[in-house]
């Protein structure tokens, strides 16, 4: 009984410790929603590694950082609207819009309302409905916010332990949807050299986040287990991917959709689980290719690296 | 440049298989092909996939690199010879032979080269048995069998009953074609062509 209440609160404590870093970065973001923001700061002000970050606040918040702060700027703008005599133009640019049309279209889209109809009735709520409760207010800091709850309650992850793995490795920097050329030139180099075979794992790390990063500057490691007898050559490198604890979630289907795997694992799954996040890259292990497979039947292991229990 | 070649979809007809036993024509096929006896996951087993694997790999990548008609690496097929009931034999006596279909223009000069960067990478020496042969498998019965590798008995019975009734019989090794992965696929949903060459009975 005791090992069990023990169990339990420590994984309250673990939601509450991501709770309190990520609400640290929304006081931030509420407080300079007229300032670009970088990345690598909000995820400094998480302790987190920027690699981490988007998915851990995408999966907790259920939304992404970058239509977090889309949203504020809107409900911000709709509360201006509402109580302030402030022009709509000077509106639309102080939440970021470069024109009055593109303001319009998406204010539209998100209070089914122009922004001149809006401002003529009162009782228009000013917030757009979302799971996490933290919306803009007018000089006022976010107190806390619910953290989504795991849509699949039988999300299927299990905890590895794994041993270094030394890997022969392309760098891709451009759109992650290209990736696939990379690959193509990468496996071609090593089939010819003799280096894949039937206990090839093929391995991807992603570095950025493509909804911060732009897309041409975006990184990816394409990366295939080889032996002790391979040396880096040209643009094909070495490096090892560290060993140790691994949540492991296996993603069904086309790889568009890994993002929100991601943020699954380690959103919704980490800060309930009683273990915290170790500052290495997570990578995904792919099971079967689109060579030969359709988009629906891909499978990808997803594994997040875990600090020691 | 042309399209990447994939003889699955090219030969369809041959690969399209129901989960009831049907009638398939098929033609010459080259493969990449090594035998050997043991168990099934056994060492030599493992040794001769990762042999199979490293020669199409390598071959297929050797011809793109050198901007040659790229196609797809087939899936692992395998005869298997138990010169009678299955069950009777102990499995580490099971011989067999593992398969992976490769285009018509591979040629031996392309295997050659292809064991020789696999030797210099310290492979094993399985590869030197790797051989590149024509099976010519003519009428055969095929069936889609869904489940464990364990009871394929139950399916090739079905594939039995369907000759009898059709006034056919076996005259060739079994053979199978893995479509899924047993790594990653749970038994319960592994898919495997049975394909089982027929004659018409005496």
Redesign the interface.
């Known amino acids: 009984m005791r090992i069990c209440k023990m169990h339990v609160s420590a994984k309250q404590t673990t939601l509450r410790f991501y709770k309190e870093r990520l609400l640290r970065v929304l006081v931030h973001i509420q407080e300079h929603l007229d300032e670009p923001l970088a990345l690598e700061e909000l995820a400094r002000l998480a302790c987190l590694a920027p690699y981490h970050f988007h998915h851990v606040f995408t999966g907790m918040l259920g939304e992404s950082l970058a239509s977090h702060v889309r949203r504020l700027r809107l409900e911000r703008a709709a509360t201006r609207l509402k109580f302030t005599e402030m022009p709509v133009v000077e509106i639309a640019f102080e939440a970021a819009y470069e024109t009055h049309e593109a303001f319009s279209r998406a204010f539209r889209k998100a209070f089914g309302l122009s922004p001149a109809q809006f401002r003529k009735r009162n009782r228009t709520s000013a917030r757009i409905q979302i799971p996490s409760g933290i919306h803009y207010q007018h000089r006022k800091r976010p107190g806390s916010f619910r953290a989504a709850q795991p849509e699949d309650k039988s999300m299927n992850v299990t905890i590895k332990h794994l041993k270094p793995m030394r890997v022969a490795f392309m760098r891709h920097v451009g759109p992650y949807n290209e990736v696939g050329k990379t690959w193509e030139c990468f496996t071609m180099y090593l089939g010819k050299e003799g280096l894949l075979g039937s206990g090839s794992q093929f391995i991807g790390i992603s570095h950025d986040d493509p909804a911060v990063t732009p897309p041409d500057k975006t990184r990816y490691d394409a990366c295939v287990t080889v032996d002790g007898m391979f040396r880096a050559a040209g643009e094909i490198g070495v490096q090892v991917i560290p060993g140790g604890d691994y949540a492991m979630l296996t993603h069904f289907g086309p790889y568009e959709k890994l993002s929100e795997s991601y943020a699954k694992l380690l959103g919704q799954w980490l800060p309930r689980s009683g273990r915290r996040l170790r500052a290495t890259p997570c990578f995904e292990i792919y099971l079967n290719t689109p060579e030969n497979t359709a988009p629906e039947d891909l499978l990808t292991d997803i594994h997040a690296p875990l600090e020691a229990k | 440049m042309t399209a ?1 070649l ?1 003889l ?1 979809k090219l030969h369809k007809a041959e690969y399209v298989t129901p989960k009831k036993p049907a009638l398939v024509r098929t033609k010459p096929a080259q493969y990449l092909a090594i035998g050997g006896d043991g168990a099934p996951g056994g060492t030599r087993f493992s040794a001769c ?2 042999a ?3 020669a199409a ?2 071959i ?3 011809r ?2 050198a901007g040659k008609q790229d196609y ?1 690496v087939c ?1 692992l097929e395998g005869q298997w010879f138990f010169g009678g009931d299955p069950a009777a034999v102990p499995k580490d006596q099971w011989k067999w032979k593992l398969l992976i279909r490769t285009p018509e223009f591979i040629a031996r000069k392309d295997l050659a080269a ?1 064991v020789e ?2 030797l ?4 094993s020496p399985e590869m030197e048995e790797v051989a590149l042969e024509t099976i010519d498998e003519g009428v055969c019965i095929q069936m889609l069998h869904v489940g464990p590798y364990e009871r394929e008995h139950e399916t090739v019975a079905l594939m039995r009953s369907f000759a009898e009734a059709n006034g056919l019989q076996f005259s060739g090794p079994h053979h199978e074609i893995y479509l899924s ?1 047993p790594r ?1 696929v749970p038994p319960e949903r592994l898919k495997t062509i049975i394909r089982l060459p027929a004659t018409k009975q005496d």
Not at chain 2, 120 to 123: D, P, V
Request: charged share 40%; aromatic share 16%; proline share 0%.
């Open positions: 990447k994939d699955y996939i990762g199979l694997y490293g790999f390598t297929k990548m050797t793109k690199f797809t899936k292809a960067t696999l210099k990478r310290g492979k992965d990653r």
